[in-house]
């Protein structure tokens, strides 16, 4: 079975600078699909980003990029230029490609606080 | 647009009671899935349903019951719940729920207090 883990439960960030959240997962499959949801204090998750397993090229989505290492089984968030919206749970969560494989699988999340 | 929306946003039933959650989408998604999430900790999937057939039962008591009436309304009707059923309810859609198009799209979701 996979599993995702997040080594840190909690993070902060000065507003401005650049903070890196930490994701490695286990998983014997080639193709899979990654992300991360942000779920602020209003408890809605929110996409932030996706990663498609067979593409070599790391996502980007406007402040928030990952770095995708496939052999390591890493996934992490880097967030730039942090907001004071950016405070929030952020979960990495794994998907298999195989049909019939539904489950998002999550880790246990980090909690980021952006100090003005 | 990917909203999801979820009614009741705020749910307070006894244990005696019969309540129903509802969850709407309008984007065409064929994959519809209801999760239950406990204060600090991640979602825990419950149901799948896939062109409004149940394929996944993640052993959830049958004190839940699930329902998707067409492709884009999911309910879940809840009935003689436990206090430690209290928790926030969450809804999500994603077009399939295979191949590339499988991304999950969330809900607001309904905090439950069964008192």
């Known amino acids: 079975a996979q599993t995702v883990t997040q080594s840190q439960p909690e993070m902060s960030v000065q507003e401005a600078e650049t903070v890196t959240l930490s994701c490695t997962y286990d998983t014997s499959e080639s193709d899979y699909y990654l992300f991360w949801y942000k779920q602020p204090p209003s408890r809605q998750m929110i996409l932030v980003i996706r990663?498609?397993?067979?593409?070599?090229q790391n996502a980007t989505e406007n402040r928030f990029s990952v770095n995708f290492q496939k052999a390591a089984k890493s996934f992490s968030l880097k967030i730039s230029d942090s907001q004071l919206g950016d405070a929030a749970m952020y979960f990495c969560?794994?998907?298999?490609?195989?049909?019939?494989?539904?489950?998002?699988?999550f880790g246990k999340g980090t909690k980021l606080t952006v100090n003005p | 647009d990917t909203e999801v929306t979820q009614t009741p946003k705020h749910l307070v039933m006894g244990m005696t009671n019969k309540k129903s959650l509802k969850c709407e989408q309008h984007m065409g998604h064929r994959a519809m899935y209801w999760y239950k999430q406990k204060a600090k900790k991640p979602p825990e999937l419950m149901f799948v349903?896939?062109?409004?057939?149940?394929?996944i039962n993640e052993s959830v008591p049958s004190r839940f019951s699930p329902e998707c009436p067409n492709s884009s309304l999911l309910n879940l009707h809840l009935h003689a719940l436990q206090p430690e059923d209290s928790a926030l309810y969450l809804c999500a859609s994603s077009l399939r729920t295979s191949g590339a198009q499988e991304t999950q799209y969330f809900g607001p979701g309904t905090r439950l207090l069964v008192l």
């Open positions: 990663q498609e397993a067979y593409k070599q």
């Open positions: 969560a794994y998907r298999s490609s195989q049909g019939g494989s539904e489950k998002l699988v």
């Open positions: 349903y896939s062109y409004e057939k149940l394929s």
